[in-house]
Every structure is written in structure tokens, then in C-alpha cells.
């Protein structure tokens, strides 16, 4: 399994279609989750695995159904499938249109499928390799939901898993396992759909090599153009903490670390919607959490290790990214609390 770089993934546009049409409203969902509620109107926008996680478990508290994955699977069929789903449709049997997903989602996803095949089984394994929490229900049941509706359609066959293994404990979900046909071992060390190899051998009639030829490459060329895009923007920041305590970073000294000339680092930083000044924020306030999360230093050293001038400008700015001082903030660390103030 090849892990994404980073901790970015999208949203599809066709899921927040999917997400209406079964009676969700995604600026709802998205204001529930704590994210700003016309984020579903930017289709570039970029989610780490925790802002994903809370959409998913606002839809979870909004909808209050069990069978909210099969919901989603009928809005997606009445607005319409992603370009890799459909794409996938062509391929030539069961195996090779999950393998074209799982390629897919290593391209441009911070989620990922492992695959490994035992005892005449072959098994998928959902993965984040970012997650600090368990994925929410639905969305390891629409992961599923969709690759058994891919190997349905494909074939033209009622496919039927050999075997479903949930993390969870609860909620258990009836309706689910009446799709899949199967019923779900609750309480697995990880999220997996087993398959017999007959199944997975079965050939789909539609199968394209002229079409997938024609797509292929196009979905290919996407993902690589958001994954090197949205790099950047963390290689940048990379650079800018290793250098704040030496002096306030330039765009030529980044540009110089990263193997590139100023201008095609403006040009980038540009293509993502922000600036080098944004990046410089961002910098200082995601190390300033990592620094002060750790009490062995001295909030006269984090200052330093910022860049900043002296404590006052330091503190300052701390309290205008989190509402409270550095101390505070750090107090309420060390208690275990967790704190309202978030710094974004």
C-alpha cells in the first residue's frame, strides 16, 4: 500500500449532489460540522482526513438513519456517479475495476484501499493513514456499499461478499447487511469486504479498451495536477519552520530550499488560492502548537524559535489566532482538557 504524502482529499461534487438529493442539505451538514457552509460550492477545495470525518458525522447526526449509505447510493444514482466509478465500469472483470479504484484513491485521496488475496479469498481493507479517530459509520458502509455496487453492475451478476469485517462495535445496521447479503462481524481490528475469487474473475460485458484508453489518462492527469498543487503549499510551510528562528523567511530563500525560481513558486502558491504571507501564518501557528504542546520548552524559547522580535509580539499574535495566551492555552493542555480555541 502506498500511503498519500499529505493530508488532503476531496470532497466530490457528485457526493454533495448525492448528499441533496437524498434530503441532506449540504450547507446544513457542513455548518453542523463545524466548516464554513458554502464550502460545498468550491470544487478545488482540499480536507484533511478530520475536517472529512466531521462531514461525515454531522450527515450521520442529521439523517438518524441506519441506511443513510444506501440514501446516498440512490441520490448518486439519480445525479450522477464519479468519473472513476464510472470509468471503472469498463474495465474487464470485477478485479480489474477494483484495482482501477484503489489506484484512483491512492492519486488523489487521503484514504486508501489494500488489497490482499488468501485461501481463495481476496479482500479489500479501507485505511486512513492520517486518522486519529475511528472513521464514522457511513462512511466505511458507502465505501463498501459502492465497490459491491460496481461488481453488481459490472457483471450483471447479484455479487455476494464472502465476508464484511466493521471496527465498530455499534451502530450495528440491518439494513446494510441485507444490501451486502452478508452479514457483518462487529468488533474486527479493521474495515474489510472479502470476496470469492469466482467473483472477483467475473468479466463485465461492458468491457472498453478504447474508452478506458480515452479516460484513463485524463483522471490520471487530474489527481497528479491536485496532489503536486496542494504538495506545495505543506512543502512550503515545511521550509518556513525550519527557518523562522533564523529571521523572517523570503520567498527567494524558500524558493532556493525547494529546488525552483521565485517566480514558479509565486505562480504555484498562487495557482492554490493563497499567498506566501497566509503560508508564513499558517507556519508559525501550527508550530507554535507543536512547541507549546510541549512543556519542556519555555514560551521565551517558542518565541524565538517563531521569529518574533520579543514575547509581546508573540503573544499578541497568539491570542489573535486563539483568544487566549500562550500560558492558557498551555494550562489547558497540560489538564487534558480539551479547549474551545482552535487555532485555524
Not at 465505501?143 to 453488481?152: H, M
Not at 468488533?187 to 470476496?195: D, K, Q, V
Not at 478506458?212 to 505543506?234: G, N
Not at 504555484?268 to 507554535?288: M, Q, V
Amino acid at each position: 500500500m502506498t500511503s498519500p504524502v499529505i493530508d488532503r482529499g476531496r470532497f466530490p461534487a457528485t457526493l454533495w449532489r448525492a448528499m441533496r438529493s437524498a434530503s441532506l442539505e449540504p450547507s446544513k451538514v457542513l455548518r453542523m460540522a463545524g466548516l464554513p457552509s458554502s464550502l460545498h460550492l468550491d470544487t478545488a477545495a482540499m480536507l484533511s482526513t478530520a475536517q472529512l470525518f466531521a462531514i461525515w458525522k454531522a450527515a450521520e447526526t442529521m439523517a438518524g438513519d441506519e441506511g443513510l449509505a444506501l440514501r446516498l447510493l440512490q441520490g448518486a444514482n439519480r445525479s450522477g456517479h464519479q468519473p472513476a466509478f464510472i470509468a471503472a465500469l469498463y474495465a474487464s472483470d470485477f478485479r480489474d475495476a477494483v484495482r482501477r479504484i484503489e489506484r484512483y484513491k491512492r492519486m488523489g485521496a487521503c484514504e486508501v484501499f489494500r488489497t490482499e488475496e488468501t485461501a481463495g479469498l481476496w479482500s479489500i481493507i479501507k485505511e486512513w493513514p492520517f486518522a486519529t479517530e475511528a472513521e464514522p459509520a457511513v462512511s466505511v458502509d458507502l465505501s463498501f456499499v459502492f465497490l459491491l455496487e460496481l461488481g453488481r453492475r459490472g457483471t450483471g451478476r447479484h455479487i455476494t461478499p464472502a465476508r464484511i469485517e466493521y471496527c465498530r462495535l455499534a451502530p450495528r445496521s440491518p439494513v446494510i447487511e441485507q444490501y451486502f447479503g452478508a452479514s457483518i462481524q462487529y468488533g474486527s481490528s479493521r474495515n474489510a469486504m472479502t470476496f470469492h475469487l469466482d467473483d472477483l474473475a467475473a468479466p463485465f460485458p461492458g468491457h472498453s479498451p478504447e474508452f478506458l484508453d480515452l479516460v484513463t489518462p485524463s483522471l490520471a492527469a487530474a489527481f497528479a495536477e491536485i496532489q503536486e498543487s496542494h504538495e506545495i503549499a505543506d512543502r512550503v510551510k515545511t521550509v518556513l519552520k525550519r527557518s523562522l528562528a533564523s529571521g523572517r523567511p523570503e520567498v527567494a530563500h524558500v524558493a532556493r530550499d525547494l529546488g525552483m525560481s521565485e517566480r514558479t513558486l509565486q505562480r504555484r502558491i498562487t495557482n492554490e488560492a493563497t499567498t506566501f504571507r497566509a503560508l508564513l501564518a499558517d507556519a508559525r501557528r501550527e508550530l507554535s502548537q507543536q512547541l507549546l504542546a510541549d512543556p519542556a520548552i519555555q514560551i521565551d524559547e517558542v518565541t524565538y524559535l517563531l521569529g518574533y522580535q520579543d514575547t509581546t509580539s508573540f503573544y499578541r499574535a497568539f491570542k489573535d489566532w486563539s483568544g487566549i495566551s500562550p500560558g492558557e492555552w498551555r494550562a489547558r493542555i497540560e489538564a487534558g482538557s480539551r479547549t474551545p480555541h482552535v487555532l485555524k
